[in-house]
């Protein structure tokens, strides 16, 4: 990787330190990259105040800055064939997954659509004052308007499982909403940061309004939400980090958009057991459980869970796990160690606690290198269990029973978390009524959409703030109320 930033419009090669980052795959070294320093993020900053203070960018009418970013959401397109292929090397997303349509091709459709649905939004909408406040105290007309504006400086810090995605869904709103971005990719997943740098000399962006920054450690990314002059900080990640970004923007009372983790529930209504084990199944495929939103916590009446647990297990079973640039490939590899770690350390846990291993809860024997776990089913006795409220990301899936409705629904709405949901039933209108009762950011009756229109966001510890749709977009706005006469 020859170049680690892009400040002030130019490409800059690093002046920090040296990493290397891993295919996960086989442990290889993808590329070695030499990061930037403090003081070059420092620099990005800097660049993206002035060019925001400029007002090149946020004072452009709204329509020619749409058609700009149309031109930037094509100039990204045209990388799709890369990106998808880097994906596989950096993050270990089998090239063959339907998790690589959402690595690619999914944040590539809401790049092309986020100009209309910006379009749609007014700047200016009126607050409907009632009748009776509609003249002032000396009975003239009154008036009173929302307005919307750019915030300033975007801090967009990104996830390592969906790189893509989860850096587009900060940079495309924030810029077309007027702000200027430094963005800072996870430093396991940097390489596909730099496709946003070059769609932006292509589209035509102005020198300052997009800046990218690739470290090895933290610094830059703490800068990134405490330096006085960043006014939004929008953060895809842990909850754990989540609370040490909001932490730093403290002080200077930053707004902030964080989607952090998740231990999703699904409930399984009576009439709709049959659909549980392949949710099992969809958990581990779905990029080796790496997805902050998977259903990892399954809820299915107990007098059910001993042919759920049987079915799901032979379904995990004939999974193919295996390295994600073979197209054959069902389950690809977890990040790095740690993650295999983690995954290794929340199943015994889980076993101490009384849960029991149904299948998997190793490293598979016949994959000597590379960052693997097996897909994995739980039964577990009860949601108090580890495995049950803890977020493993990774290929593992847990199976509850419970007693009647009013119990799965205390068990889902029992976690610190609330991302989202899942409620499966045949019978609708019970489904949807269950669904109604589930406290979580997202809830999905036996469906769900992935769309530029409808916004995700959590609950509790799974984060502040919106992605996607009109609040995604609102989210990188000031609001202004003006009353006039």
């Known amino acids: 990787m020859k170049y680690a930033g892009f400040i002030d419009g130019v490409f800059v090669a690093g002046e920090g330190e040296l990493f290397a980052v891993e295919n996960p795959s086989d442990g290889s070294i993808v590329a070695e990259v030499r990061g930037l320093s403090l003081g070059q993020v420092e620099a990005a900053i800097a660049a993206a105040r002035r060019a925001f203070d400029a007002g090149t960018w946020s004072g452009l009418p709204r329509q020619e800055r749409a058609e700009i970013m149309r031109r930037y959401a094509a100039a990204l397109a045209k990388h799709a064939d890369r990106l998808k292929h880097l994906a596989m090397l950096e993050a270990g997303c ?43 105290m000396l009975g003239q007309p009154m008036q009173s308007v929302r307005r919307y504006t750019p915030m300033g400086v ?15 869904w900060k940079v495309i709103p924030a810029l077309i909403t007027g702000n200027t971005v ?18 932006a000399i292509e589209a035509g962006l102005p020198a300052g309004v997009l800046n990218v920054v690739v470290e090895a450690g933290l610094e830059g990314g703490q800068l990134m939400s405490s330096d006085p002059r960043v006014d939004i900080v929008s953060f ?42 392949g949710q099992a199944r969809v958990v581990c495929v779905s990029h080796a459980g790496q997805g902050c939103a998977l259903g990892t916590r399954l809820f299915v009446p107990e007098e059910s869970k001993a042919e759920v647990l049987a079915k799901a297990r032979d379904l995990l079973a004939a999974i193919r796990i295996g390295p994600a640039s073979d197209p054959a490939t069902e389950t690809g590899p977890v990040v790095n160690a740690a993650a295999v770690a983690r995954c290794e350390r929340l199943v015994a846990e889980a076993v101490a606690a009384g849960g029991t291993v149904v299948f998997g809860g190793k ?57 989202s949901g899942w409620v499966h039933g045949a019978d609708k209108r019970v489904a949807l009524d269950t669904a109604l009762r589930m406290s979580s950011g997202t809830i999905n ?11 995700m966001g959590g609950l509790r510890m799974s ?23």
């Open 94 to 136: 089998p090239i063959s997954s339907s998790v690589m349509h959402a690595q690619v091709a999914t944040p590539l459709r809401h790049a092309a659509e986020i100009p209309d649905l910006y379009l749609a939004l007014p700047e200016h909408e009126e607050n409907p004052l009632p009748m009776h406040e509609r003249l002032g």
């Open 154 to 168: 975007a801090s967009a810090i990104a996830a390592y499982n969906v790189p893509l995605f989860t850096a587009l």
């Open 182 to 199: 430094v963005l800072r990719p996870n430093p396991l997943t940097p390489l596909s940061s730099m496709v946003f740098a070059e769609a």
């Open 236 to 277: 895809t990640g842990s909850a754990a980090v989540g609370v040490k970004i909001a932490q730093q923007a403290a002080p200077t009372l930053k707004p902030m958009v964080l989607e952090l983790g998740g231990k999703s529930a699904q409930i399984f209504l009576p009439d709709s057991i049959d659909k549980a084990p």
């Open 363 to 419: 490293r598979p024997a016949h994959l000597a290198s590379g960052y693997y776990f097996e897909p994995t089913l739980l039964d577990l006795p009860d949601n108090a269990n580890p495995a049950a409220q803890e977020e493993v990301f990774g290929p593992v899936v847990s199976v509850i029973g419970y007693r009647d409705l009013d119990h799965a629904i205390a068990m889902a709405n029992d976690s610190k978390f609330g991302l």
């Open 445 to 455: 009756v036996n469906n769900g959409v992935t769309s530029t229109w409808a916004s």
């Open 463 to 485: 984060g502040q703030g919106r992605e996607r749709g009109p609040e995604g977009l609102r989210a990188f706005q000031n609001l202004t109320v003006l009353n006039f006469s």
